[in-house]
């Protein structure tokens, strides 16, 4: 492969600084059949020297998205809501035990999800709601969307977590879109059950396509983000889908991978 160029895309660094963060671009040209093998030793270096690599082909798409989509739990949002809520249950460690084996794939997102959300029942609403001051945002988070909106670009969460989360952060952050579960909630206390459809990883799929349709976008200009494996099927519709921080399989799902750094 040849170099035609490398730009710094981010701001010029102070040698004596080694505390600040660098991007930098390599635009590459030549034998396309060098480019699996490049990649392999590309991201095995990445992974040895703790930085991220990406890789992007150059088209007409590339420099013109128009759509971010984004997970919440772990991706918006530093934690899990449901794991939180568990904490203040008192199930804390059963529905981590759940969690851990839909991890090892042994339940599907439904199921799994349905169980967990069983241990909830009995929890007041109010202590529900003291959650939404107390999980921060994912580190740049409030600076990308605010970036984004002011390049016009249409945002949306697609979530398997909860609404009342959701809505919150679509209150403070401006996201044009969206999605999340319904945590069914009567006579001031957490029923234990949620108000279909839940959203699983095909329904964000889905979701994503729908809002691109909407809005007129090719699903080519569209960025998805996410951690889990629910996320895989709308990173894989994504033109640009983008494991953060997210999972070994998740990580290999995807075409581009920030473990690194923040949003």
Request: glycine share 8%; charged share 25%.
């Amino acid at each position: 492969m040849n170099v035609d160029r490398i730009d710094r895309l981010s701001a010029q660094l102070s040698p004596t600084d080694l505390t600040t963060n660098a991007c930098i671009e390599f635009a590459v040209s030549g034998d396309a059949a060098r480019e699996s093998h490049m990649r392999a030793e590309f991201l095995a270096t990445a992974q040895k020297l703790s930085v991220d690599i990406a890789f992007q082909r150059e088209s007409i798409f590339r420099r013109n998205r128009r759509l971010f989509a984004f997970d919440m739990d772990s991706t918006l949002i530093q934690g899990e809501v449901i794991d939180e809520l568990a904490k203040m249950a008192g199930v804390g460690e059963q529905v981590a035990k759940i969690t851990e084996a839909a991890m090892r794939g042994e339940l599907g997102f439904d199921e799994s999800f349905t169980r967990r959300v069983a241990l909830l029942r009995g929890l007041p609403a109010e202590r529900v709601h003291t959650l939404l001051d107390s999980i921060p945002l994912a580190d740049g988070a409030e600076r990308l969307i605010r970036t984004l909106k002011l390049l016009g670009y249409k945002t949306a969460i697609l979530s398997g977590g909860f609404n009342f989360f959701a809505q919150h952060l679509q209150r403070n952050l401006g996201i044009d879109y969206v999605y999340s579960n319904e945590l069914e909630i009567e006579d001031g206390k957490v029923t234990g059950r949620v108000i279909p459809p839940i959203v699983n990883g095909d329904r964000k799929a889905a979701l994503l396509g729908e809002i691109a349709e909407r809005e007129g976008i090719s699903l080519e200009q569209v960025v998805a983000v996410g951690d889990g494996a629910n996320d895989i099927p709308m990173l894989s519709l994504a033109g640009m889908g983008i494991a953060y921080r997210a999972k070994p399989l998740v990580r290999q799902s995807a075409d581009q991978s920030i473990s690194c750094l923040g949003l």
